[in-house]
């Protein structure tokens, strides 16, 4: 309520004219799209239906069967509406349907259900005989339904059961077939009395205006094909909901228009028919896939679906949907425009039309949910489903608002650039953490702090945990070198890692230090870094002032160029927008913090790994600020390898975690805190993606075992619908046009970088996902797996390396052509899903892309020609 009170304050009247207008043409779209269609009416009375008696939860299959009283409300209910009635069995309730019939006037078109179970039907077929002699209300028999179709049996098997029923009993006999089998088997007219012929253009993938011209078409070839010959049309219609097969698109209004249609033109053409059918059966979705339970004239709970005379419109609740939409997106509207008093009007518009995009997708797709039977399987996925559509919508809303905010702001609200000179530059204590560190690195680490432009500084080396001694002595020799000012500590044992290193050298750090430098061992530091950033302490009220992670080492491969655009994108988009509501990641090397903020909220966390941005946060929530300067004042080295570059983007994403277990309450304003809603906004806006990345884990087992399933049962089970496909392919692009609009335009990158950056990015979406599901199981970061194969080639070392995400690449791969295969190319469902899997696929394939990159010859050799700094833009 803070958020969307906020929002309303920072309206502007271009907000409400661009608000409003977007809120017309919304309305005007749903308007347009419902635009009411004259039909003919349906008629007092029509031929036949089909007829099951099974309601909402009835389960034929596991031999559930409705009651008595069921099926005589039924049949009072289409007395006076029908004159007859298909059965499809004489089992159980079936056997005493034609007398309650009877008992409403309605006639009956008995049928016996033959299957590959041939004692059963020798069953099916005496039932049948005895209802038929008992029932005169019986005035047909069918004999099987698509049983040659389904293969059930062979023609031989059914011209027998036909020839001896026609000799039983005095009705008409025949067998129900779609019109394709009949023209396959034409010897079947010569043991029938009548052709039954199912004519269901939804099926053929026909689109809903030339539906009702199949139907003609094919009862004239039907004519043509059996002359003289009766012609019952045993089943017609078309699906309220369901795949599009084709251009046939199952809706509530396309099977009014198509039976209205029908109806009319039936009326001259005289045929005798049975409409496809008088109640949904939801059962049938485990023998049809989800369309099967969606062909009632009425639904499940026996209301009908839609007006049998005036106009139809695709939805008739629209006007409540369009509300629906209008006053979600003016939610989310206010919420994105919260705080945005900085905003160009072209960025508010982008934010207000991108919350009518969600506000009408999140509509759409809750509407077609609800608009489903919801067994507790679809309930289940449908939550399931319903929390990763919460996920992406937010995922889009908050990297639009860093898109906005990096892009369209008439300025920065705090933007720390060169300070004024102090008065007094108060003395700094740099630290420098190393571990088993090559020496010669760290000596040049140490020779360019030397030669810093300040005058009062000091250097504490703190080693931990070196075993070799030839590693840390030459660095102890070199500090000795250096002079006074440089002091080395080799400490062994000492725990807690980095935060341990750091906190030994507070304990160790002169007492006329007021600021504590931190600066990674493979850096090397710009002379006028404490000249140019200590200033800004004069600001009481400030505890950390942090300059950028750079590098030096991005023209030395192909793989580091691509790592070091990827790195620039959050130093030069995520930071600076985080800058402006204090809220930034402190991020350890090249960080300024003042001495007595870090001493008095108890110095470094022993306990997480990613001991910096942990630090950062707890000294925002004790009320201090933070200063971001997007100068580059130090470059250091990046990893080496993919597989270091992978390791430590884990530890970040698993440090991510541990920090929002521990400070939940606090980020969430569930416990007491002086976090700000910005800061708190940006801290979980900031680790969403990363988050997301291990929900897309469990999406990809999903999606993996819901496409074997269709493979194993093609027939019963379907891809997910496409309203729920799209949010995640949406999200993908949105992602990529957002990294391909910023990174030209913010971090200054050139195509080429862009590309790199995006890759490299993806290439680490897998490895992040899995430390955001062990950071949230467990307490303290694993081991990480040695790898294995250090002998061999460096190519089959970065094939082992990535075998996960190359297995994985290949699954997805395996279940998009086993679907495509499964299922065919009638329904765009299918392609969306198989497209929607090789999407899937694609972060894993740029983990292997990335492994190969690193691991060639042509891509490890060292360029000629660095890579083009990537400089952030004034």
């Known amino acids: 309520m803070a958020c969307v009170m906020r929002g309303i304050a920072c309206v502007r009247p271009v907000d409400v004219v661009v608000g409003a207008a977007i809120a017309i043409v919304c309305l005007g779209l749903w308007a347009f799209v419902n635009r009411p269609a004259l039909e003919p009416a349906w008629p007092e009375r029509v031929a036949g239906v089909s007829y099951s008696p099974f309601g909402l939860a009835d389960q034929p299959i596991k031999g559930d069967l409705p009651d008595l009283e069921q099926v005589a409300r039924d049949f009072a209910l289409l007395a006076g509406k029908v004159g007859a009635a298909r059965i499809y069995s004489v089992k159980g309730t079936y056997a005493d349907i034609p007398a309650i019939a009877r008992a409403y006037g309605i006639k009956v ?36 339904n698509e049983t040659l179709l389904r293969g059930e049996i062979y023609i031989g098997q059914l011209v027998n059961y036909l020839d001896r029923v026609r000799a039983a009993v005095d009705v008409p006999v025949s067998t129900a077939e779609p019109w394709h089998v009949w023209l396959k088997y034409p010897e079947l007219a010569r043991h029938v009395d009548y052709i039954a012929v199912h004519l269901l253009p939804y099926w053929e993938g026909v689109p809903l205006d030339s ?34 097969r084709r251009d046939a698109v199952a809706s509530v209004a396309n099977e009014a228009k198509f039976l209205r249609r029908f109806l009319a033109r039936i009326e001259t053409a005289g045929y005798e028919y049975f409409l496809m059918e008088a109640f949904d059966q939801p059962w049938k979705r485990s023998l049809e896939g989800a369309v099967g339970a969606y062909w009632g004239i009425y639904d499940a709970k026996r209301n009908p679906k839609f007006e049998f005379s005036g106009p139809i419109v695709n939805t008739p609740g629209w006007p409540l949907l369009a509300g629906a939409t209008i006053a979600l997106a003016l939610a989310l509207s206010l919420l994105l425009l919260a705080d945005s008093g900085r905003i160009r009007k072209r960025g508010r518009s982008f934010l207000t039309l991108l919350a009518y995009g969600a506000g009408a997708g999140l509509v759409l797709i809750v509407e077609s949910f609800v608009n489903q039977y919801l067994t507790p399987l679809v309930v289940l996925v449908g939550l399931l489903l ?74 504490l080396v703190i080693d931990n945990n070196t075993k070799d001694p030839t590693t840390w002595r030459p660095v102890e020799d070199h500090c000795r070198a250096l002079g ?19 906190n030994f050298a507070l304990r160790h750090t002169a007492p006329a230090a007021e600021i504590v430098a931190v600066v990674d061992s493979d850096y090397v530091v710009e002379r006028d870094w404490l000249k140019d950033l200590v200033p800004h302490f004069a600001n009481p009220a400030i505890a950390v002032v942090q300059a950028p992670q750079d590098y030096r080492d991005g023209g030395e491969s192909r793989f580091k160029a691509m790592a070091y655009a990827e790195y620039a994108g959050f130093f030069h988009i995520g930071m600076v927008t985080r800058n402006d509501r204090n809220a930034i990641i402190e991020h350890g090397t090249m960080s300024l913090i003042r001495r007595s903020a870090l001493e008095a909220v108890g110095g470094w966390a022993n306990w997480c790994i990613t001991e910096d941005a942990e630090l950062g946060l707890r000294l925002i929530a004790h009320g201090y600020e933070t200063a971001y300067v997007e100068r580059s004042y130090g470059r250091g080295l990046m990893p080496d390898t993919f597989t270091d570059y992978r390791k430590q983007r884990y530890r970040w994403a698993y440090g991510a975690v541990q920090i929002l277990r521990r400070y939940a309450g606090e980020i969430l304003g569930l416990a007491p805190s002086r976090l700000t809603l910005g800061q708190r906004y940006h801290f979980v806006a900031g680790w969403l993606p990363w988050l997301a990345d291990g929900l897309n884990l469990f999406f990809t087992v999903g999606a993996l075992l819901w496409s074997a399933a269709i493979m194993l049962a093609p027939k019963h089970v379907d891809p997910p619908l496409e309203v729920y496909v799209w949010p995640a392919m949406v999200l993908f692009a949105f992602k990529l046009a957002k990294i391909l609009y910023l990174y030209p335009g913010r971090v200054g990158a050139t195509l080429a970088q862009t590309a790199g950056a995006a890759l490299a990015g993806l290439a680490l979406s897998h490895t992040i996902g899995k430390a955001v599901v062990q950071g949230v199981v467990t307490r303290d970061l694993g081991f990480f797996r040695t790898p294995k194969c250090e002998n061999q080639p460096a190519l089959v070392r970065a094939i082992v390396e990535v075998s996960e995400e190359a297995a994985l690449t290949l699954a997805l791969w395996t279940a998009a052509a086993g679907v495509a295969v499964a299922q065919g190319g009638d329904t765009p469902g299918v392609w969306m899903w198989v497209f929607a899997l090789a999407v899937q696929s694609l972060p894993y394939l740029a983990a292997v892309l990335v492994a190969l990159v690193n691991a060639l010859p042509a891509a490890r050799r060292r360029t000629e020609q660095p890579t083009p700094p990537v400089v952030a833009r004034a």
Not at 487 to 497: I, K
């Open 109 to 144: 078109t008995a049928g016996a259900f033959i299957e590959g179970n041939l004692a059963e039907n020798e069953r099916e077929l005496r039932r049948l005989v005895e209802l038929v002699r008992a029932n005169p209300n019986i005035n047909r028999v069918i004999v099987g």
């Open 211 to 244: 539906a009702v011209d199949f139907v003609s078409e094919r009862m004239r070839e039907m004519e043509a094909a059996f002359p003289g010959m009766p012609i019952l049309i045993g089943e017609v219609g078309w699906p309220s909901n369901g795949r599009t």
């Open 386 to 459: 319903g929390a990763g559509l919460i996920g992406v919508v937010a995922v889009i809303l908050t990297e639009g608002h860093e898109l906005a905010e990096a892009m369209w702001v008439s300025a920065r609200r705090r933007d720390f650039g060169r300070p004024a000179p102090a008065s007094r530059l108060p003395k700094v204590s740099i630290h420098v953490p190393a571990y088993n560190e090559p020496p010669a690195m760290v000596i040049e680490t140490l020779n360019a702090i030397s030669r810093l432009d300040y005058p009062d500084f000091e250097v």
């Open 484 to 502: 006074e000012r440089f002091r080395f500590f080799h400490v062994a044992p000492l725990s807690g890692f980095k935060a341990g290193a750091l």
